[in-house]
Structure formats: C-alpha cells, structure tokens
C-alpha cells in the first residue's frame, strides 16, 4: 500500500512562490508515476503536473506551464518525495493540491483522475491579489 502525504501548502500574495512537497512511504521499485492534481472551490480537481519514476519526463497543465515545476527524488524502492515548485502565483491557483501517483505513465491521459490508484490528503494553497 502506497502511503502519501503532502505538505507545504500556505497563503500568498500574487506574485509569491511556493514549493509543495509529497513524502511517499510503502512505494515498491521505480514504477510508479506522481503527479499533483488540485481541485478550487466549487471546480472539479484537474491535473497540474505530471511526472515518471525516474524524473526524465514531465508534462504540465497549460495554465501553469512556466510557472510551475514538477521534481522528483527517489530516495529508495520504498521511499520518494515528489515537489511542485510554483512561481508566479495567481489567485486562480487558489486550491486544495493533492500528490497522487499511478502505475500509467502515458502522455494521452495523465489529467483523468481515474488513472491513479493513490491520493494524498491534500494541502490548500490560498493566492490572494
């Protein structure tokens, strides 16, 4: 079982940057895809960033490509932690980031919530202007 926990999540000015960071526990081998979802108030959750076990492929959401960077470091075949660095922050990045990771790795779908077996509880990130 694939345990995992975000954190880092806070409140910024328009403008600000934050990093969000997503400690895995129980993850076997260099399998599996993590990727950051996020889900605003009153919107479904969508997919932000996505990313492949060993780092050498990424794919973001248009909103946030070049402001946003996803990373990844694998410490062991149990252990990862998966980063979203975000810069230049807008109030319409205002949301509750969920770290999530999947045994698909394909570009054509990595956004479909249903792809991933494994959610984290969550971290809000709140932008104000």
């Known amino acids: 079982q694939v345990h995992l926990v975000e954190s880092g999540g806070g409140s910024v000015q328009a403008g600000g940057s934050l990093t969000l960071s997503c400690a895995s526990s129980?993850?076997?081998?260099?399998?599996?895809?993590m990727g950051w979802f996020r889900q605003a108030p009153g919107k479904e959750r969508e997919g932000v960033a996505v990313?492949?076990?060993?780092?050498?492929?990424?794919?973001?959401?248009d909103s946030v490509k070049g402001r946003f960077t996803i990373s990844i470091d694998n410490i062991d075949n149990a252990k990862n932690t998966l980063y979203l660095q975000m810069q230049n922050l807008e109030p319409e990045d205002t949301a509750m980031y969920y770290c999530?990771?999947?045994?698909?790795?394909?570009?054509?779908?990595?956004?479909?919530?249903?792809?991933?077996?494994?959610w984290g509880q969550g971290t809000q990130v709140t932008v104000s202007s």
């Open positions: 999530a990771a999947s045994s698909y790795c394909g570009a054509r779908y990595w956004r479909e919530e249903s792809k991933y077996e494994y």
């Open positions: 129980g993850y076997v081998g260099y399998t599996l895809c």
């Open positions: 990313i492949t076990p060993g780092g050498g492929t990424s794919h973001y959401a």
